[in-house]
């Protein structure tokens, strides 16, 4: 299950990352990992979330503009027979 790291860069950039935490370089990759999956699933969760936002917004925006009908208290209650 090892990972071997070919990259020079990769391998400065890990190994700082674990000094600058006091970490292992084992736990320093899992952190990492573990940040940068809660990211894309929290970006994903955003995505889902706006376009579903957008959808209610065109439904409500198809509705009929009609300037004849006052939204008022009375309008609320005979909608229940008040």
Same mark, same amino acid.
């Given at each position: 299950?090892?990972?071997h790291?070919?990259d020079?860069e ?8 674990? $000094?600058?935490?006091g970490? +292992? /370089? ?6 990492a990992? &573990?940040k $940068?999956l809660? &990211?894309? *699933? $929290? *970006?994903? &969760?955003? &995505?889902?979330r ?7 917004q ?10 004849s009908?006052? /939204?008022?208290k009375?309008?609320w209650? +005979? /909608?229940n027979d008040e």
């Amino acid at each position: 299950m090892a990972f071997h790291v070919r990259d020079p860069e990769t391998d400065r950039v890990v190994r700082k990352l674990a $000094a600058a935490n006091g970490t +292992s /370089l084992t736990e320093t990759i899992r952190q990492a990992c &573990e940040k $940068a999956l809660a &990211e894309a *699933s $929290a *970006s994903a &969760e955003r &995505e889902r979330r706006l376009t579903a936002i957008a959808a209610i917004q065109q439904r409500v925006a198809a509705y009929p503009d009609n300037p004849s009908v006052v /939204l008022d208290k009375t309008f609320w209650d +005979s /909608l229940n027979d008040e």
